[in-house]
């Protein structure tokens, strides 16, 4: 299974954040799950629509699916926040 990943500009501009070696691990975290749907992934309680996070040590990446019905849907970047930012 591989999904297409879009990043939002307001994620673009979030992941030029962490260091290179962080941006590396946070950038291979998304291809996971991009490819294989692995990860640590938890759904976002009392959102709607509903939307998922993605953890990376201290960086938390909010996500959505588009088509999640389908193998080829879309992985949506929203977000890429440090763990105390990203809940508010």
């Given at each position: ?64 699916l588009?088509h ?13 926040l ?7």
């Amino acid at each position: 299974m591989s999904r297409n990943v879009v990043w939002t500009r307001p994620a673009l501009k979030d992941v030029e954040r962490p260091d290179r070696s962080e941006r590396e691990r946070i950038n291979s975290a998304i291809d996971d799950l991009a490819e294989t749907d692995s990860g640590d992934v938890k759904r976002l309680v009392n959102v709607h629509p509903p939307r998922y996070r993605l953890r990376v040590g201290r960086w938390r990446i909010i996500f959505t699916l588009e088509h999640p019905q389908h193998q080829s849907g879309v992985l949506v970047i929203l977000r890429v926040l440090q763990r105390d930012k990203a809940y508010r």
